[in-house]
């Protein structure tokens, strides 16, 4: 385990109280404690001091009072009963391992857990925060991921497709794809070209080469998800296996949201 821990196990810096100008840094290792310091001064008989430096072994540390009251001074009491913590052995493994590893750790976790954990420290707030992590959550709960889910989380965020519920998410990607069909339209008509060509999207519906307004938008999105002849899933056509993919997928969005609930029915 220690031979996964990052180092150095705590750093720090910063300028001594009161008058002094010197400028403080304090660092340790797995072996060792490292003390640094920079006086600054206009005067001309400190114009030509150099940086000094300062190594002793964590044991060493522990026993030499005055070093941990120059470090008391400077930093705190706090960080020197942290800086004697750490000398004396009792390290922060979880704090201290790989990003990786720590976003394959909170995978095991419940969320109630997890939103516990990000409380603990800065690092973990980021962590539980992240992309990564939220992607991991969505893939562990569903047994497929439709190829628009993916594309849906570049605009969206893999957090929001994981809290949203079905009928949610099913009205975001439908927007999604009539977003897409547009934009593809028009790299499909150059600017210059104003004649009201149409054509006819794998939808069904009429998409214009004009500009599009929000209200041609909002009306797109209607028509499609009111469409009675259009699946519910986006038009994937049975045949390249898309079709089932996004109905797996939404039932097990609405399958771990009624678990999580409590009310799935033993199924």
């Not at 790299?187 to 070209?193: G, M, W, Y």
């Amino acid at each position: 385990m220690a031979s996964l821990v990052k180092e150095p196990l705590f750093e720090t810096s910063g300028r001594a109280p009161g008058q002094n100008k010197t400028l403080y840094y304090l660092a340790i290792t797995k072996t060792e404690v490292i003390w640094r310091w920079w006086k600054i001064s206009l005067r001309a008989v400190d114009r030509n001091t150099r940086p000094g430096e300062e190594k002793q072994s964590h044991q060493e540390m522990l026993e030499d009072s005055s070093f941990q009251s120059e470090i008391s001074t400077v930093f705190g009491r706090d960080i020197l009963d942290y800086t004697k913590r750490l000398c004396q052995g009792h390290w922060n493994f979880l704090e201290h391992l790989p990003d990786p590893l720590l976003l394959r750790i909170l995978g095991f976790l419940e969320l109630e857990d997890v939103g516990q954990l990000l409380r603990t420290s800065r690092r973990f707030w980021k962590l539980c925060q992240s992309e990564q992590f939220w992607e991991s959550a969505v893939r562990q709960r569903c047994s497929t991921l439709p190829d628009d889910v993916v594309s849906l989380s570049r605009g969206i965020g893999w957090r929001r497709i994981f809290f949203t519920n079905k009928i949610q998410l099913q009205l975001l990607l439908n927007r999604h794809r009539v977003k897409t069909l547009e934009q593809d339209s028009g790299d499909r008509n150059p600017p210059t070209d104003r004649s009201p060509k149409t054509d006819e999207g794998p939808l069904g519906s009429s998409i214009s080469s004009r500009e599009v307004s929000p209200s041609d938008t909002l009306s797109a999105v209607v028509s499609l998800e009111m469409d009675s002849s259009a699946p519910s899933d986006l038009n994937f056509s049975p045949e390249d296996g898309k079709h089932g993919m996004m109905e797996d997928f939404l039932a097990d969005v609405e399958r771990f949201r009624l678990l999580e609930s409590g009310e799935a029915d033993g199924e």
